[in-house]
């Protein structure tokens, strides 16, 4: 093991320096043939999740009418384009991301949201099931402010179909994007490309109303 595994974030002092650059990968999704990066379409919009392991989210997501295209990546901390090595040291304070491109129009940010309270645990903080530390914590980075109402008040919501449930309050961080760096080409479409392979995703079998 190349690092000890914390389980709080780092600070700007004792995070991992990272790099200048960023990681090369293919610009074509192995499932549906679009872009990863780039320039879209111009009625595409961005919405970024974290819910656990990225391999079992993005399948989530780019199975979804309407979505255009998916990647996956590290989100919500400090470390310029850092690794998945350094993202699973806990040194880097990102998360673990699933990059959503859709078509508003086809498929609502609600919908989205709705498809992330519903398919994770967000009660759990720094893991979601087996999975532990701080790259499996649970996230919404928006883009917009529009974005970020929404995702605030779908907590709210979804918290209290929690409340009813007897489940513990949400520890989802909820915060406008600062940053998302693309993850390593071989966890790009991972399960399109190994459809044997892990996935973690689970959901609490609770229902989150859709919001307008």
């Known amino acids: 093991m190349l690092f000890s595994k914390p389980d709080t974030l780092p600070t700007v002092d004792t995070a991992l320096p990272g790099r200048a650059h960023a ?3 293919s610009n074509r999704h192995f ?3 679009q872009p990863l990066h780039g ?5 595409v919009q961005t919405a970024v999740f974290a819910m656990g392991c990225f391999w079992g989210a ?7 009418e309407g ?3 998916t990647a996956v990546g590290y989100a919500g901390g400090i470390t ?3 690794t998945y090595e350094e993202v699973c040291s806990g040194r880097t304070g990102h998360t673990e991301v699933v990059i959503v491109f859709y078509r508003p129009g086809e498929i609502s940010y609600a919908r989205l949201l709705q498809l992330f309270w519903e398919s994770h645990d967000p009660t759990q903080g720094m893991r979601q099931g087996n999975d532990r530390g701080t790259q499996y914590r649970s996230a919404i980075y928006t883009t917009s402010p529009e974005q970020l109402a929404q995702a605030l008040a779908s907590k709210q919501q979804f918290q209290l179909a929690l409340d009813g449930s007897g489940y513990a309050s949400i520890t989802t961080e ?3 994007l600062e940053a998302v760096y693309y993850a390593e080409d ?5 399960l399109g490309k190994n459809p044997a392979g892990y996935c973690g995703l689970r959901g609490l079998g609770l229902s989150c109303a859709l919001l307008s």
Do not use: A, C
Request: glycine share 4%.
């Open 23 to 25: 990681v090369r990968i």
């Open 31 to 33: 499932v549906t043939g």
């Open 39 to 43: 320039d879209m379409p111009v009625e």
């Open 58 to 64: 993005e399948r989530l997501f780019w199975r979804q």
């Open 67 to 69: 979505v255009y295209s």
């Open 80 to 82: 310029p384009n850092p």
């Open 174 to 176: 909820i915060k406008s």
């Open 186 to 190: 071989y966890h790009q479409q991972y």
